[in-house]
């Protein structure tokens, strides 16, 4: 494949835009020439990898048609026209199988695209002066072996806005809480630039209303809550519903489980329990039937509340868990036998 673009970003093959983008923002900052005054020739030549290799891998058409076809279907020709119009006027750095990548043009558009800015080290006056990348890769260059979807959009133009990647969350939640419906409230660590045009991190409240009867693996999506960058659509950031263990109840759908420990006398002649639901309501239930290991007492309206129907509430469901004795006397074994076998 001549050049590993992951192995000079130090990733894996199946790493995604959030990793690659803070492995480049990490490696960029280290090497960049701006930063190694004492050693900048070779920074220079690390930080032109480290820039070719996150250009290629953090496009999703570019990185299909490296990891398809290598260097060789990254073929831009060292004549490709710069994003100024000049080929000359720029420093490029080449492969060896012809695909070019502008050093100087590529990395302020990247540093634009994860900072907001085309240098992290030259200030906020560089803002105005920057410009968006123009490679494109046309069919002709391509060949005839990349699929359709590989063609369509591989073009990088001048009003290109990418959009960064789902942040996903779990957000627990105790039983207690998915019952009554409950009022969150969540941090988030974003991505930002201070005053002086420094990367740096903010934390942003985010406030989640739980409705009665959510239930494990809901999804809450917040549009547009992720890390803010110039020509990147901030990403969305999506919340999924976990539930703690309760130590009573089990939820099953709207229904609600309570296993009760109960003895073999108290499952023969009759057993009182008395029960504190989800809302803190204290039930008293008599159970008269002779309960056998597979019983059910169905107490009806006492589940879980129904987003759908919010009048209603499914089934608190009792089973029971049959305490038998160790071992029996004789007598009490006889007493047992004709107990039973006379009724």
Known sequence: MGVDYYKILQVDRNANDEDLKKVY???AMKWHPDKNPENKSDAEAKFKKISEAYYVLSDPQRRAVYDQLGEEGLNLKMGTPSPSGSCSSRTRH???????????????????GLFGFPNPFGGMEHMADSRAAAYSFSDGLLGDNISP??????????????????????LLCSLEELYMGCVKKMKIARDAI???????????????????????GTKITFPELGDPHSRVIP???????????????KRDGNDLIATQDITLVEALTGYTLHLTTLGGRNLTISIDSVVGPSYEEVVVGEGMPIPKEPSRNGNLRIKFNIKFPIKLTSEQKMGINQLLTSS
Do not use: C, Q
Request: charged share 25%.
């Open 235 to 249: 990403s969305k950031l999506v919340l999924t519903l976990d539930e703690i263990p309760h130590r009573v109840f």
């Open 25 to 27: 923002r990490k490696l």
């Open 94 to 112: 080449a492969s060896s199988t012809g695909f070019s990548f502008d050093v100087k043009s590529g990395s302020n558009d990247l540093f634009m």
């Open 194 to 216: 201070d005053n002086t045009g420094r990367p740096t991190t903010v934390d942003k409240i985010i406030t989640v209303n739980i409705r009665p009867g959510w239930k494990k």
């Open 149 to 170: 979807s590989l063609r369509h959009g591989v073009g990088l133009g001048s009003n290109y806005m990418r959009k960064g990647a789902t942040i996903e969350k779990a």
